[in-house]
């Protein structure tokens, strides 16, 4: 029976990994801790770890588990940039699941947008204590409004196309565009220039680290509505903050957030938070913030379980071989090109 450290447990993992682990003859040890150089020890005596997007997988961790024989980092969701991926080659082999459900998280973008436009959030609290009030609450069409999305790949894809629905005109922007696309792609300058709206759908990568920045924000139009469900560092979250302050921002729609590490995923009602910064957002009015939520829907956990217990008893039971594997060999990982009938390294 293979054995696997499976680290940042939460409740809502247990039942689905548990179900798939045992029709694969798969061991859990379940661990509420996140994975990081002071908790690796644990790994001991495991032939995987499971590891989530805020388990610190950098380079220390990865020499420590090559050490302890592990083979494998079966990360459980789509992006890797925790992972220290070029270090990780020619010692463990990394596998993610690419795609769980690109809706889950397309829907929560324009949940999250349309909450925030359509001021959803405060009408609830408002009739909860019987305040019918309209006074505060008006919002505005997306029908006829310009969305800008970053990254088209399936996230992005789908948000797209739900922002079809709403009659929105659609500007895209990619670094590596698709070639049969349906929908208008611009350069990131005009897209900035150009939209009402704009989502982010890229991964975080050195290139894309705080792409919204001040520069970026100086660009956009005044009262843009910023929404991100990638990675938080793809915002520089002080020059947002300034962004909303100086009035240049219309909202900002926040499910990721660069230092939400030790936050998000916990209860900290009862604690004082640490992070003005982030406490200063969630502050304002015109800011609505989920901690890391777009994933989470049923679907996407039967999936994300599935396809991860796939591929731990692939790389293990076929000789390495993982269609679902990160390498590093060809430098661009989200489009590798390596021959699938051969091992990455
Ligand atoms: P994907 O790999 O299908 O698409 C990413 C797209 O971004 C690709 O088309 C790629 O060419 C593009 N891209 C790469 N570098 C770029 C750059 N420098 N500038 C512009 N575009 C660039 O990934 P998918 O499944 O659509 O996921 C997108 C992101 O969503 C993931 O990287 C992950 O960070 C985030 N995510 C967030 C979740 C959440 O619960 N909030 C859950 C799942 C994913």
Redesign the pocket.
Known sequence: MLKVAFFDTKPYDQPSFEHYGKLHDIEFKFLETKLNKDTVELARGCDAVCVFVNDDVNAEVIDRLYDYGVKLIALR???Y?NVDIKHAFGKIHVVHV??YS?Y??AE?AMALLLTSIRRVHKAYNRTREFNFSLNGLTGFDLHGKTVGV???????RIFIDICRGFGMKVLA????P?KDADFEYVS?DELLEQSHIISL?????P??MH?IDHDAIAKMKKGVVIIN???GALIDAEALLQGIKERHIGAACL??YEEEADIFFNDLSGHILNDDLLARLISMPNVIVTS?????TEDALNNIAETTVNNIQTYFKEDGLCDNELCYRCGRI??CQKNRQERCF
């Open positions: 969701s789509a992006g940039n690419p795609a690109p889950s998280v929560h970053i990254g088209t790949g399936k996230i992005g922007y990619d670094k590596f698709v990131l759908h890229c991964p975080l990568t290139d894309t792409m469900t990638s990675r499910d990721v890391h939520q777009a994933f989470l989200e489009h």
